[in-house]
């Protein structure tokens, strides 16, 4: 096993020039776009519902189960190959195929046809966000990578806000149809932006030179098991995956279900989740993303823990906010406790990716961020709206009025578990720093 390595010196690197910060800004904007297209349907769940006729337990399974399976089917070849090609291409090709996949949402007159269109949506995670995460690294150096991540993260936040108000605003002028193709033709010419304007970056170019090595050597190609057995035969990274799941498992179910809990159990409109809503997970989970990320650049220098210490105690202070957002009897009472979840589950992606990014080798970096989402997906995005979804209808034979807001109590155990596994690492990386002579 390759233990985590000691924190070094940070050399005196010049600051970061404006291509590279042009580069982080047009990547979030990807994203936010990529994530935008993907919460559409979270957030127009109740018309869509009205339509087609689907329950609660479909909705989860179309937005959580078969998306994770069509992108865990295609995210490891497709990473692979962008670590030995170039990582541009690889997410312009992604951004146009994920943007067509939603016209095509808007399209579908009957469920299976809007399953399919929704599973292509998945192509997103598998070409669009690993590469995206080592692109990053090695356009910002050490030292620098947490905050770069930390506002790359801002990208969920940004795409599920402007998701909610434009998505909601559109539909409720028009249809849930046109606010699917509207937004994908919309990422189809962002896909023509990034391969036009974004160069692909030397691998490596900024990193810490390995103790033996040259300097300037050029990155050896990734083999494809090879990759595969590092990232699962590290503890840190395979239970930093895990808890990353876990944290997924709430988020991802809350997130997909919140805006028909508000509309159904809570008595809002789609006029008032496309303001007051929009608002609140645009600037909360920005919050969120961009704090851990800060917090992540202080800390980690000085302990490897932080890693892990930041996610735990996010969690902890979120789940008395987490309960009174499920109880409050209306939406404005709801909406200020969601404000504390809002923020706080969040914590956990930034110090998640800066640490895979910095403790693998640069021709590993896609691929090994791929195995990060992987693993957080199949547990998160594949169980949690599935389960919550199916609780819903478990609920609803004996609480017709209120099956949601039960299904939505049961998720509070799975804080606690991902509060558990962070802890669990925590202990794991101040081990192995101690063995290795770090903090």
């Known amino acids: 096993m390759t233990p985590v390595h000691p924190p070094q010196p940070l ?9 590279a910060w042009y580069v982080l800004g ?6 936010v776009l990529n994530f935008l297209d993907r919460q559409l349907l979270s957030i127009l769940a109740k018309p869509i519902q009205d339509d087609l006729g689907v329950t609660d337990g479909q909705l989860g399974l179309i937005s959580g189960l078969y998306f994770a399976l069509f992108y865990c089917t295609i995210s490891i070849p497709v990473a692979w190959l962008a670590d030995r090609t170039n990582r541009v291409k690889v997410l312009s090709i992604a951004c146009a195929l994920w943007s067509a996949a939603t016209v095509a949402c808007g399209l579908s007159s009957t469920y299976p046809q809007l399953v399919l269109a929704r599973m292509s949506v998945g192509v997103g995670e598998a070409g669009g966000v690993p590469p995206s995460y080592a692109i990053i690294t090695d356009y910002f ?3 620098r990578r947490g905050t770069a991540l930390g506002l790359f993260n801002l990208g969920p936040p940004l795409g599920q806000a402007l998701g909610v108000a434009f998505g909601a605003s559109i539909a409720a002028a028009y249809s849930w149809r046109s606010a699917f193709i509207v937004l994908g033709v919309f990422g189809i010419g962002a896909a023509f932006i990034v391969w036009t304007t974004i160069r692909e970056p030397r691998r490596g170019g900024l990193d810490l030179p390995a103790p033996g090595t040259v300097a300037d050597q050029a990155p050896a190609k990734a083999g494809f098991w090879e990759t595969v057995a590092m ?13 990353g799941g876990a944290t997924q498992f709430v988020t991802y179910a809350v997130m997909n279900f919140t805006v028909l809990f508000l509309m159904r159990e809570k008595g809002m409109t789609l006029q008032e989740v496309a303001l007051y809503y929009a608002l609140l997970i645009g600037i909360g989970i920005s919050l969120g993303m961009f704090v851990s990320g800060r917090l992540v650049d202080r800390f980690s220098a000085r302990s490897k823990q932080a890693y892990a ?5 996010g969690l902890a202070a979120s789940v008395p906010f987490f309960v009174g957002f499920v109880w409050a009897p ?10 504390g979840p809002t923020i706080l589950n969040y914590f956990f992606l930034s110090p998640a990716v800066t640490l895979v990014q910095e403790e693998v080798k640069p021709h590993q970096r896609v691929m090994s961020g791929a195995l990060l989402l992987l693993v957080m997906n199949l547990i998160g995005l594949g169980l949690g709206p599935t389960y919550l979804g199916a609780a819903s ?7 017709p009025d209120n099956s949601l807001q039960l299904a939505f109590y049961t998720l509070t155990p799975f804080y606690f ?3 558990a596994l962070y802890l669990l690492l925590a202990r794991m990386l101040k081990a192995e720093a101690g063995r290795t002579g770090g903090q």
Do not use: K
């Open 417 to 419: 578990i991902a509060i």
């Open 330 to 339: 209306g939406w404005e009472l709801a909406l200020l406790f969601l404000i």
């Open 11 to 19: 050399p005196p690197y010049p600051p970061t020039d404006a291509r």
């Open 141 to 143: 150096p050490p030292g």
């Open 231 to 243: 990232f699962f035969g590290r503890r840190t990274l395979l239970l930093l995956s895990l808890a």
């Open 309 to 313: 210490v930041i996610p735990a105690a």
């Open 26 to 31: 047009a990547l979030c904007f990807v994203y």
């Open 393 to 399: 209808d478990y609920f609803r034979g004996t609480h």
